[in-house]
């Protein structure tokens, strides 16, 4: 189906079942150490009293507690615990979305490389029609001679580069 860097082998029929898995451990590994970083900040705010604590600004101005200042205080003093969570929620959430876009491929009976060449077929699909409607718009329009149509484009009298070429009409 596809070369996984990841796993550094072709990943297909033969054992999509363990690439699967592969992304499920992953995932739940992520979310997992996300979860456990969550917990670290919220004991620290529950340690520290944060939404109870009063904050003074540098010209001596006390500052009503929100959420906001909160956050703040949390991501400037455990900005490590932070940075982790961050990278570990995020990459748990992009594997979530490659896991559920490989479960959709399976619902669909379709392989990675399936998928892609079908979106191109799709996409030259749309471009065909919309010349198709463009072209109709314009023969209807009278802007077209539709003897121009029935010309064989590999004689070339037809090709205005050709030094024989007869343009047609009028």
Not at 88 to 113: D, E, K, P, Q, Y
């Amino acid at each position: 189906d596809h070369f996984c860097p990841w796993l550094n082998q072709a990943v297909g029929e033969e054992n999509y079942r363990v690439f699967l898995a592969f992304l499920l451990v992953h995932m739940g590994v992520f979310f997992y150490a996300a979860t456990c970083m969550a917990l670290v900040l919220l004991s620290v705010v529950e340690e520290k009293n944060l939404f109870g604590a009063v904050f003074i600004k540098a010209d001596g101005s006390r500052v009503v507690t929100t959420w906001s200042t909160v956050v703040q205080y949390v991501f400037f003093s455990e900005s490590s615990v932070v940075s982790v969570f961050l990278l570990t929620a995020i990459m748990g959430l992009v594997i979530a979305g490659f896991f559920i876009f490989h479960v959709f491929l399976i619902s669909r009976g379709m392989t990675t490389n399936e998928f892609y060449k079908w979106s191109d077929v799709r996409s030259y699909h749309k471009l065909i029609v919309k010349a198709h409607e463009y072209l109709k718009a314009r023969l209807d329009a009278g802007d077209i001679d539709p003897e121009l149509l029935d010309a064989d484009p590999t004689d070339p009298k037809n090709d205005p580069r050709h030094p024989n070429y007869q343009p047609r009409g009028p």
